[in-house]
């Protein structure tokens, strides 16, 4: 095994909105709300996250982070932007003093962006002082980050109560069109308000890099200093950082106006009436702060029908009969309610041609998910019925027209027929969607369904809505993606000398194997595996640098059953989209070589790397992850030899040597003077470790 010298991209491809330490469950539920206590509030996450994603797709995935994440993860290498929402800033102050701040502060300072909204802006100054004299409310304090070298004093207009929509009001903002060079901004707009303060003396502060974005125009409650600054704009260091004090990011058509009195209703008229103009300064913003925005705002699509279909009918038939007993009948409908999701089920014989077309463009087909969809507001998707058509035969081009049933199951039996082992299981069912939540949510979080699920039973789909990735939620993942879930039932008795672990490494193994042989010319394709399970590419448009972009992430999440564990193996690839990274189909342009080269479609590669992956997880049962697996996962790993710091233990170097073949721990070899060995070896474990092999740091998770 020879050094590898290569450079990983770090591209900024994420925009970080803080979430806290909200829950997934709090999250279904709502049942966070407008507290201090809480720091951020999910209807202000959730704000940020729809317009955000509206105005950035595909460019950027925007993503709900943790607190913890924040403090521990290595999450500077890729992220554009870090957005924090409203709320209570002393929240913030509470779980990201210190090493938190110091970490965001050092992310802008070296180029990063900051954006804040209200409680965000607070948090973002220098000082911060909210309703002083009221002994309930009062806020008083300074703040690490400092963005804004002063005082954001509020709140500046009067009845503010928490848990309410008393004091909201349409702000009238008068926008500073000097500020925005090349940019169309409204002159004047109107923006949801609620709490948020103003920068004193804001105009004083030219001179550190601060310059006013909009003012407002009414009387203020409070002091303001020298001008009414609503939104500035402040140079920090090689970034830059946007605070507001209003809510540019609020979305009338997620208001509902008899939330509260007649007021409030005026309220969201006139901030439906200012929508354009609101959309439009925030573009210009974030184009201020570097971002590429899009011109047109993206639309989310709305869910479409479930199609599951077999390789053999009868097959199809017994995973029908087994999810009989949680199948329930209601007004002559059948529906499987799970954990998570709900599904109407159709099943063969009982749907017709005209039952399809309803299915394809009714309540829960491709036109709309449910009847609020109708105006692309912020949809709770886990409350969306799910309509599930089970399938005689395979699904007919007109059913699913990005996605090629026959083309598809003809590959997988080609495939198999030049396999030395006996493949039958993984890809004989999917689970089809042309739109979907996430195919790992409707596998792992219906655990009813997944119980009854053979191995190898695979969802996919042509667009993920609310894909999930390691850590966090991931938005849209876009047509041209590859992304799917298979089922792996692994038996317990196999536990000692196979593993539950190494899944992961076989499931990328399978990608990168699945696309080397995916057909004659793709063989020495320069993909690589990165520590434990992600799928990198030589970036094609940089290849003299030997610079490494991910183009691959994968995700295990496993639940013990009886007698063995049940994992839904996650899998997304950039195939043909180009954004918001590099794309597969990319890569093979620039380096694959052969004369008539076969193209890459969805249906193939899914179809070769289901084969592999069955191939060499059949394989790993019998044999565990003995050195046949070992000098596999060499050939086509990045890390070999390269050399690292491990920060909590004082800095000290290391030099990676591989990993375990007992449960795959990274081994690293300390390295004392002149890059010498001490004979000192750690075990590092992905779990328990945070990785950034970006800028060669090891990070031990607390």
């Not at 890809?427 to 596998?443: A, H, K, M």
């Amino acid at each position: 095994m020879s050094a590898v010298n290569v450079t990983l991209s770090s591209k900024k491809v994420n925009v970080l909105v803080y979430s806290g330490a909200l829950t997934q469950s709090a999250w279904r539920k709502n049942i966070l709300t407008d507290t201090p206590g809480n720091g951020c509030t999910v209807e202000s996450v959730r704000h940020c996250l729809y317009t955000l994603r509206r105005l950035l797709a595909p460019n950027y995935a925007v993503i709900p982070v943790s607190s913890d994440m924040i403090v521990k993860e290595p999450w500077t290498a890729t992220c554009a932007m870090l957005v924090m929402p409203g709320g209570a800033d002393l929240g913030y102050c509470k779980v990201l003093n210190g090493e938190g701040n110091r970490r965001i502060s050092q992310f802008v300072r070296r180029g990063g962006a900051y954006l804040g909204f209200c409680a965000g802006a607070y948090y973002g100054s220098k000082r911060c002082e909210f309703e002083v004299g009221d002994k309930q409310l009062e806020v008083i304090g300074d703040r690490e980050l400092g963005f804004f070298p002063g005082t954001c004093r509020g709140c500046v207009f009067p009845g503010f109560v928490y848990n309410s929509e008393e004091g909201t009001r349409a702000s009238a903002l008068r926008v500073s069109n000097p500020a925005f060079i090349d940019t169309v901004v409204p002159n004047c707009f109107r923006a949801y308000h609620k709490g948020g303060g103003v920068f004193v003396d804001a105009p004083l502060h030219a001179d550190k890099g601060v310059e006013v974005l909009a003012s407002y125009t009414e009387e203020l409650k409070v002091d303001p200093g020298q001008g009414t600054a609503a939104v500035v704009y402040c140079k920090i260091g090689d970034g830059a950082a946007v605070l507001s004090g209003p809510h540019p990011e609020f979305a009338a058509v997620n208001l509902d106006r008899n939330a509260a009195g007649p007021e409030y209703a005026k309220v969201v008229d006139a901030l439906t009436a200012d929508d354009k103009a609101r959309v439009s300064f925030l573009k210009a913003c974030l184009s201020k702060l570097g971002l590429v925005v899009n011109q047109e705002t993206t639309t989310v699509p709305s869910l479409s029908c479930l199609h599951l279909s077999s390789l053999h009918p009868d097959d199809t038939r017994r995973t029908l009969s087994s999810l009989q007993d949680i199948i329930t009948s209601v007004g002559g409908k059948e529906y499987l309610k799970d954990e998570n999701d709900t599904f109407l089920v159709q099943k063969p014989g009982v749907w017709n041609l005209d039952a399809l077309e309803e299915a394809l463009s009714g309540p829960f087909g491709y036109n709309s998910a449910d009847a609020d969809h109708s105006g692309d507001r912020n949809i709770d998707y886990n409350l969306v019925i799910k309509r599930l058509l089970v399938h005689d035969d395979f699904p007919s081009s007109k059913a699913t027209p990005c996605f090629n049933h026959h083309a598809f199951y003809s590959n997988l039996e080609n495939y198999r027929s030049q396999s030395s082992e006996a493949l039958w299981q993984f890809g004989s069912q999917i689970l089809y969607g042309e739109v979907v939540t996430s195919t790992n949510t409707l596998l792992e979080k219906n655990s009813q369904l997944l119980r009854r699920l053979p191995t190898g039973f695979t969802a996919t789909a042509t667009v993920q809505i609310a894909g999930r990735g390691r850590g966090s939620n991931v938005w849209v993942s876009p047509a041209g993606s590859l992304v799917f879930s298979t089922v792996v039932r692994h038996p317990t008795e196999k536990m000692g000398s196979a593993p539950l672990v190494f899944i992961q490494y076989l499931a990328a193994l399978a990608v990168v194997k699945g696309i080397k042989s995916y057909a004659k010319g793709y063989e020495n394709l320069p993909v690589k595996l990165k520590w434990p399970n992600d799928v990198y590419a030589l970036d094609p448009s940089q290849p003299q640098k030997k610079a490494y972009t991910k183009i691959c992430g994968i995700l295990v999440n496993s639940h013990y059953s009886t007698r063995e564990y049940i994992s839904v193996v996650g899998i997304g690839l950039n195939t043909a989209n180009m954004a918001p990274t590099v794309s597969l189909e990319a890569v093979v342009e620039q380096f694959a070589s052969g004369y008539k080269l076969q193209p890459l479609t969805i249906e193939k590669l899914l179809a070769r790397i289901l084969t592999v992956f069955e191939e060499i997880y059949t394989r790993f049962l019998r044999t565990g992850f003995d050195r046949h697996f070992e000098e596999m996962y060499y050939d086509h790993w990045l890390h070999m030899y390269q050399i690292v710091t491990l920060e909590e233990e004082d800095g000290a170097k290391a030099r990676i040597r591989g990993i375990t073949t007992d449960y795959g721990l990274l081994l690293a070899e300390e390295l004392g003077w002149d890059n010498r060995p001490t004979g000192r070896i750690w075990q590092l474990q992905s779990d328990s470790n945070s990785f950034d092999f970006f800028r060669g740091l090891i990070r031990r998770k607390v």
